[in-house]
Protein backbone atom coordinates (compact mmCIF):
# COMPACT_ATOMS: atom_id res chain seq x y z
CA UNK A 1 0.00 0.00 0.00
CA UNK A 2 1.93 3.57 -0.71
CA UNK A 3 0.42 5.05 3.01
CA UNK A 4 3.16 2.41 3.72
CA UNK A 5 6.05 4.25 2.04
CA UNK A 6 5.01 7.95 3.26
CA UNK A 7 7.54 8.65 6.98
CA UNK A 8 4.12 9.12 8.71
CA UNK A 9 6.07 10.00 12.01
CA UNK A 10 8.11 12.93 9.92
CA UNK A 11 4.50 13.87 7.93
CA UNK A 12 2.66 14.21 11.60
CA UNK A 13 6.03 16.74 12.87
CA UNK A 14 5.90 18.73 9.46
CA UNK A 15 1.98 19.36 9.95
CA UNK A 16 2.93 20.14 13.68
CA UNK A 17 5.31 22.87 12.71
CA UNK A 18 2.58 24.25 9.90
CA UNK A 19 -0.23 24.58 12.80
CA UNK A 20 2.51 27.23 14.21
CA UNK A 21 1.33 29.41 11.31
CA UNK A 22 -2.37 29.55 13.19
CA UNK A 23 -0.90 32.26 15.97
CA UNK A 24 0.04 35.09 13.89
CA UNK A 25 -2.59 36.99 14.16
CA UNK A 26 -1.64 39.58 11.94
CA UNK A 27 -1.84 37.39 9.10
CA UNK A 28 -5.86 35.71 10.13
CA UNK A 29 -6.61 39.50 10.17
CA UNK A 30 -5.69 40.03 6.69
CA UNK A 31 -9.14 38.39 4.32
CA UNK A 32 -10.48 37.70 1.12
CA UNK A 33 -14.47 36.85 0.58
CA UNK A 34 -14.27 34.26 -1.72
CA UNK A 35 -18.17 33.57 -1.51
CA UNK A 36 -21.06 34.12 0.80
CA UNK A 37 -19.56 33.24 4.07
CA UNK A 38 -16.85 31.53 2.31
CA UNK A 39 -13.27 33.27 3.46
CA UNK A 40 -9.56 32.86 3.04
CA UNK A 41 -7.07 34.52 4.89
CA UNK A 42 -3.06 35.24 4.64
CA UNK A 43 -2.88 31.92 7.22
CA UNK A 44 -4.48 29.70 4.75
CA UNK A 45 -2.44 30.88 2.15
CA UNK A 46 1.33 30.52 4.41
CA UNK A 47 -0.05 26.91 5.49
CA UNK A 48 -0.88 25.73 2.07
CA UNK A 49 2.37 27.42 0.87
CA UNK A 50 4.66 25.11 3.72
CA UNK A 51 2.65 22.02 3.68
CA UNK A 52 3.05 22.44 -0.93
CA UNK A 53 6.90 23.15 -0.81
CA UNK A 54 7.69 20.57 1.77
CA UNK A 55 5.61 17.82 0.66
CA UNK A 56 6.17 17.87 -3.23
CA UNK A 57 10.12 18.15 -2.43
CA UNK A 58 9.63 15.21 -0.44
CA UNK A 59 7.27 13.00 -2.70
CA UNK A 60 7.12 14.59 -6.37
CA UNK A 61 5.13 11.66 -7.56
CA UNK A 62 2.08 12.75 -5.40
CA UNK A 63 0.02 14.95 -6.67
CA UNK A 64 -1.30 17.95 -4.54
CA UNK A 65 -4.59 19.18 -4.24
CA UNK A 66 -5.46 22.03 -1.83
CA UNK A 67 -8.72 24.68 -1.08
CA UNK A 68 -6.43 27.45 -2.05
CA UNK A 69 -5.09 26.61 -5.29
CA UNK A 70 -6.61 26.08 -8.51
CA UNK A 71 -7.08 22.08 -9.23
CA UNK A 72 -7.72 21.47 -12.73
CA UNK A 73 -4.47 19.62 -13.53
CA UNK A 74 -5.43 16.70 -10.76
CA UNK A 75 -5.83 13.10 -11.60
CA UNK A 76 -7.62 11.47 -8.95
CA UNK A 77 -6.69 8.00 -10.70
CA UNK A 78 -3.11 7.88 -8.63
CA UNK A 79 -2.12 9.45 -6.12
CA UNK A 80 -2.76 12.99 -4.54
CA UNK A 81 -2.40 14.79 -1.53
CA UNK A 82 -6.17 16.42 -0.14
CA UNK A 83 -4.93 19.19 1.82
CA UNK A 84 -7.58 22.03 3.77
CA UNK A 85 -4.78 24.01 5.16
CA UNK A 86 -7.50 26.10 7.40
CA UNK A 87 -11.11 24.14 7.91
CA UNK A 88 -12.58 26.86 10.28
CA UNK A 89 -11.65 29.75 8.60
CA UNK A 90 -14.53 31.88 10.10
CA UNK A 91 -13.10 30.33 13.30
CA UNK A 92 -9.85 31.46 13.43
CA UNK A 93 -10.84 35.09 11.83
CA UNK A 94 -12.90 35.33 14.65
CA UNK A 95 -9.88 33.82 17.05
CA UNK A 96 -12.67 31.34 18.60
CA UNK A 97 -9.77 28.23 18.63
CA UNK A 98 -11.71 25.58 16.90
CA UNK A 99 -9.55 25.43 13.33
CA UNK A 100 -7.33 22.51 11.96
CA UNK A 101 -5.20 21.40 9.16
CA UNK A 102 -6.62 18.73 7.15
CA UNK A 103 -4.40 16.40 4.95
CA UNK A 104 -5.44 13.32 3.24
CA UNK A 105 -3.43 10.92 1.12
CA UNK A 106 -5.42 9.23 -1.73
CA UNK A 107 -5.44 6.12 -3.79
CA UNK A 108 -6.88 5.58 -7.09
CA UNK A 109 -9.89 8.16 -5.00
CA UNK A 110 -9.33 5.85 -1.98
CA UNK A 111 -8.40 7.78 1.30
CA UNK A 112 -5.30 5.53 2.60
CA UNK A 113 -3.92 8.32 5.26
CA UNK A 114 -5.92 11.35 7.23
CA UNK A 115 -4.42 13.72 9.84
CA UNK A 116 -6.59 16.54 11.62
CA UNK A 117 -4.43 18.80 13.82
CA UNK A 118 -5.99 20.87 15.85
CA UNK A 119 -2.88 23.68 16.85
CA UNK A 120 -5.20 25.03 19.88
CA UNK A 121 -5.61 21.85 21.84
CA UNK A 122 -2.41 20.43 19.89
CA UNK A 123 -5.01 17.13 19.38
CA UNK A 124 -3.92 14.92 16.29
CA UNK A 125 -5.64 12.54 15.07
CA UNK A 126 -4.72 10.12 12.83
CA UNK A 127 -5.69 7.39 10.77
CA UNK A 128 -3.88 5.25 8.13
CA UNK A 129 -6.32 2.76 6.32
CA UNK A 130 -6.34 -0.72 7.76
CA UNK A 131 -4.25 0.23 10.99
CA UNK A 132 -7.05 2.11 12.49
CA UNK A 133 -7.41 6.05 14.38
CA UNK A 134 -5.15 7.34 16.87
CA UNK A 135 -5.14 10.73 18.79
CA UNK A 136 -1.58 11.60 20.16
CA UNK A 137 -0.98 8.16 19.46
CA UNK A 138 -3.63 6.37 21.38
CA UNK A 139 -6.12 4.18 19.98
CA UNK A 140 -9.68 5.96 19.73
CA UNK A 141 -13.44 4.48 18.50
CA UNK A 142 -16.53 5.88 17.58
CA UNK A 143 -19.00 5.61 20.65
CA UNK A 144 -21.93 3.33 21.31
CA UNK A 145 -24.72 5.12 21.68
CA UNK A 146 -27.91 3.39 19.88
CA UNK A 147 -30.66 5.80 20.03
CA UNK A 148 -31.03 9.84 19.99
CA UNK A 149 -32.46 10.21 22.78
CA UNK A 150 -28.82 9.57 23.94
CA UNK A 151 -26.72 10.76 21.43
CA UNK A 152 -25.11 14.33 21.04
CA UNK A 153 -25.51 15.36 17.63
CA UNK A 154 -23.32 18.08 15.69
CA UNK A 155 -24.80 19.86 12.33
CA UNK A 156 -23.43 21.83 9.94
CA UNK A 157 -25.15 25.05 8.91
CA UNK A 158 -23.48 25.09 5.09
CA UNK A 159 -23.43 28.90 5.90
CA UNK A 160 -22.04 29.42 1.97
CA UNK A 161 -25.42 28.48 0.95
CA UNK A 162 -27.97 30.33 3.16
CA UNK A 163 -30.67 29.58 0.53
CA UNK A 164 -30.92 26.30 2.31
CA UNK A 165 -31.60 28.10 6.03
CA UNK A 166 -35.35 26.66 5.72
CA UNK A 167 -34.55 23.55 4.97
CA UNK A 168 -31.68 22.62 7.13
CA UNK A 169 -32.94 24.76 10.17
CA UNK A 170 -36.32 22.05 9.82
CA UNK A 171 -34.35 19.15 9.72
CA UNK A 172 -32.14 20.41 12.72
CA UNK A 173 -35.62 21.40 14.67
CA UNK A 174 -36.70 17.90 13.77
CA UNK A 175 -33.30 16.13 15.29
CA UNK A 176 -32.89 18.61 18.17
CA UNK A 177 -36.36 17.72 19.61
CA UNK A 178 -35.83 13.78 19.40
CA UNK A 179 -31.41 13.72 20.49
CA UNK A 180 -29.94 15.10 23.66
CA UNK A 181 -28.60 18.16 22.13
CA UNK A 182 -27.01 19.32 19.09
CA UNK A 183 -23.26 21.55 17.81
CA UNK A 184 -21.84 23.05 15.84
CA UNK A 185 -18.35 23.94 15.57
CA UNK A 186 -17.80 25.93 12.19
CA UNK A 187 -15.08 22.85 11.25
CA UNK A 188 -16.21 20.00 9.39
CA UNK A 189 -12.38 17.89 9.89
CA UNK A 190 -13.10 18.37 13.64
CA UNK A 191 -16.96 17.31 13.47
CA UNK A 192 -15.33 14.31 11.83
CA UNK A 193 -12.53 14.07 13.88
CA UNK A 194 -14.71 14.34 17.32
CA UNK A 195 -17.04 11.16 15.59
CA UNK A 196 -13.93 9.12 15.55
CA UNK A 197 -13.06 9.96 18.99
CA UNK A 198 -16.92 9.00 20.60
CA UNK A 199 -16.80 12.86 21.78
CA UNK A 200 -20.18 13.35 19.38
CA UNK A 201 -22.24 10.50 17.93
CA UNK A 202 -23.36 11.93 14.84
CA UNK A 203 -22.90 14.51 12.52
CA UNK A 204 -24.25 15.85 8.91
CA UNK A 205 -23.58 18.37 6.18
CA UNK A 206 -24.60 19.35 2.77
CA UNK A 207 -22.38 19.78 0.16
CA UNK A 208 -18.63 19.49 1.49
CA UNK A 209 -15.75 19.95 -0.88
CA UNK A 210 -13.20 17.17 -0.62
CA UNK A 211 -11.11 18.85 1.37
CA UNK A 212 -13.46 19.21 4.09
CA UNK A 213 -13.82 15.87 4.38
CA UNK A 214 -11.22 13.56 2.86
CA UNK A 215 -8.76 13.08 6.21
CA UNK A 216 -12.04 12.54 8.87
CA UNK A 217 -13.78 10.12 6.61
CA UNK A 218 -11.01 7.75 6.74
CA UNK A 219 -10.88 8.86 10.82
CA UNK A 220 -14.51 7.81 11.52
CA UNK A 221 -14.41 4.34 9.09
CA UNK A 222 -10.89 3.41 10.97
CA UNK A 223 -12.12 4.44 14.41
CA UNK A 224 -15.24 2.01 13.71
CA UNK A 225 -17.84 4.16 11.76
CA UNK A 226 -19.83 4.92 8.93
CA UNK A 227 -19.66 7.80 6.29
CA UNK A 228 -22.45 8.29 4.67
CA UNK A 229 -23.97 10.12 2.18
CA UNK A 230 -27.90 11.68 2.31
CA UNK A 231 -29.15 8.91 0.14
CA UNK A 232 -27.36 6.49 2.94
CA UNK A 233 -25.14 5.07 0.48
CA UNK A 234 -21.26 4.85 1.15
CA UNK A 235 -20.14 8.41 0.53
CA UNK A 236 -16.86 8.32 -2.22
CA UNK A 237 -14.46 11.09 -2.64
CA UNK A 238 -16.36 13.06 -5.49
CA UNK A 239 -15.43 16.92 -4.76
CA UNK A 240 -18.64 18.06 -3.44
CA UNK A 241 -20.59 15.57 -1.28
CA UNK A 242 -23.22 15.62 1.51
CA UNK A 243 -21.88 13.47 4.71
CA UNK A 244 -23.45 12.00 6.99
CA UNK A 245 -21.29 10.28 9.74
CA UNK A 246 -21.53 8.54 12.74
CA UNK A 247 -21.27 5.24 14.85
CA UNK A 248 -22.78 2.98 12.47
CA UNK A 249 -26.33 2.90 13.33
CA UNK A 250 -26.40 6.67 14.46
CA UNK A 251 -25.08 7.58 10.93
CA UNK A 252 -27.87 4.69 9.34
CA UNK A 253 -30.32 6.77 11.69
CA UNK A 254 -29.48 10.19 10.78
CA UNK A 255 -29.63 9.19 6.62
CA UNK A 256 -32.71 7.15 6.79
CA UNK A 257 -35.05 9.35 9.71
CA UNK A 258 -34.17 12.60 9.40
CA UNK A 259 -32.33 13.85 5.76
P1 LIG B 1 -13.43 26.17 5.65
O1 LIG B 1 -13.41 26.77 6.99
O2 LIG B 1 -12.17 25.52 5.22
O3 LIG B 1 -13.93 27.14 4.60
C1 LIG B 1 -18.40 24.98 7.97
O4 LIG B 1 -19.76 24.77 7.75
C2 LIG B 1 -17.59 24.03 7.15
O5 LIG B 1 -17.87 24.23 5.75
C3 LIG B 1 -16.10 24.25 7.31
O6 LIG B 1 -15.48 23.00 7.31
C4 LIG B 1 -15.76 25.09 6.10
O7 LIG B 1 -14.45 24.95 5.66
C5 LIG B 1 -16.67 24.52 5.05
N1 LIG B 1 -16.91 25.43 3.94
C6 LIG B 1 -16.81 26.78 3.91
N2 LIG B 1 -17.12 27.27 2.70
C7 LIG B 1 -17.43 26.20 1.93
C8 LIG B 1 -17.86 26.02 0.58
N3 LIG B 1 -18.01 27.03 -0.25
N4 LIG B 1 -18.10 24.76 0.15
C9 LIG B 1 -17.95 23.70 0.98
N5 LIG B 1 -17.55 23.79 2.25
C10 LIG B 1 -17.29 25.02 2.73
CA1 LIG C 1 -10.22 25.95 4.35
Redesign the pocket.
Known amino acids: MEAAKINVRELQELILQAGELFQDRKAAGHIKTK?A???VTEVDYAVQQYLRVRLETQYPHIQFLS?EKANQEIDKSGLVWVL?P?????NLIHDYHASCISLALMDSADVVLGIVYNPYSQERFMAQKGVGCYLNGERITVSSAANMEESLIAI?????YKEMAEENFTIFKHLFLDCQDIRRS????LDLAYVASGRIDGYF?H???IW?FAAGMLLVREAGGSVLDYKGEQADTRMVNHIVAGNSAIARLLAEKYL
Open positions: GADYEDVDGTTGTSPYGSAAESLKD
